[in-house]
T-cell receptor, first 116, second 112 residues
Framework: AQKITQTQPGMFVQEKEAVTLDCTYD???????LFWYKQPSSGEMIFLIY??????QNATEGRYSLNFQKARKSANLVISASQLGDSAMYFC?????????????FGTGTRLTVIP | DTGVSQNPRHKITKRGQNVTFRCDPI?????LYWYRQTLGQGPEFLTY????????KSRLLSDRFSAERPKGSFSTLEIQRTEQGDSAMYLC??????????FGPGTRLTVL
C-alpha cells in the first residue's frame, strides 16, 4: 500500500530563518517519485521540487531543498531564508503506482506561517 | 505559454443542476489530470487522459461525472444532478514527463 504522512498540521517560522516540513512515505515499490507543492490561499498548486527514488543527490531548487533519506522513507522539505510570501499550505505527494496514470497521491498538508 | 488555465474560477449552483468546467493544459502536454480537493485535505485523483484517450478513472468518479478531451487539447469535466457533497475545488493538471505535473488555479464549486 502507498501512504504519505505529514505530521505537522501547522508550523511557524521567523522571517529569514530556515524551516523543515516533514514528510514520510510508505511504498513497496523500488521506483517512485516524490513531489512538494505549495498552495497559497488563492488555491493554485505550485510545483516546488521533485525527487526520484534513484536520484543520488538531494534535489534543490533555489531556496527549496529536499532532505531525502531513503532508508527512513522520509522526504522533508527545507525552505531557507523564509519570506512572508512563503506562508501557505505545503503538500507532499507521491506518484501513485497503483494506476497506470502516474497521478499523484497527496498527504494532508502542513500550513506554514512566516512571522515578520 | 501561460500555464494551465481553468474556467470558471468559481461556480455556485443549486442542487440538481448540471455544471461543466473547462481546463486548458500547457500546449504540447499530452497528459491531463483532474483532481478534487475538499476543505482540509490534499487533492484526490479523479481521472487521467493521455492525448484524447481517457485511460484511468478513480472510484471517486461516480456515474454523474463525465470528462472529455476532444482532439487531445482542452478538457471538460461535467457533473450532472449536483449534490451538496460535490462542493469542492476541482483542479486540473498537465504534464509531458512523469516527474512533473503543473496545476491550474482550480474551479471552486459551491452547491447550495
Amino acid at each position: 500500500a502507498q501512504k504519505i504522512t505529514q505530521t505537522q498540521p501547522g508550523m511557524f517560522v521567523q522571517e529569514k530563518e530556515a524551516v523543515t516540513l516533514d514528510c514520510t512515505y510508505d511504498t513497496s515499490d523500488q521506483s517512485y517519485g516524490l513531489f512538494w507543492y505549495k498552495q497559497p490561499s488563492s488555491g493554485e498548486m505550485i510545483f516546488l521540487i521533485y525527487q526520484g527514488s534513484y536520484d543520488e543527490q538531494n534535489a534543490t531548487e533555489g531556496r527549496y531543498s529536499l532532505n531525502f533519506q531513503k532508508a527512513r522513507k522520509s522526504a522533508n522539505l527545507v525552505i531557507s531564508a523564509s519570506q512572508l510570501g512563503d506562508s501557505a499550505m505545503y503538500f507532499c505527494a507521491m506518484r501513485d503506482v497503483r494506476t497506470g496514470a502516474n497521478n499523484l497521491f497527496f498527504g494532508t498538508g502542513t500550513r506554514l506561517t512566516v512571522i515578520p | 505559454d501561460t500555464g494551465v488555465s481553468q474556467n470558471p474560477r468559481h461556480k455556485i449552483t443549486k442542487r440538481g443542476q448540471n455544471v461543466t468546467f473547462r481546463c486548458d493544459p500547457i500546449s504540447e502536454h499530452n497528459r491531463l489530470y483532474w483532481y478534487r480537493q475538499t476543505l482540509g485535505q490534499g487533492p484526490e485523483f479523479l481521472t487521467y487522459f493521455q492525448n484524447e484517450a481517457q485511460l484511468e478513472k478513480s472510484r471517486l468518479l461516480s456515474d454523474r461525472f463525465s470528462a472529455e478531451r476532444p482532439k487531445g487539447s482542452f478538457s471538460t469535466l461535467e457533473i450532472q444532478r449536483t449534490e451538496q457533497g460535490d462542493s469542492a475545488m476541482y483542479l486540473c493538471a498537465s504534464s509531458f514527463r512523469e516527474n512533473e505535473q503543473f496545476f491550474g488555479p482550480g474551479t471552486r464549486l459551491t452547491v447550495l
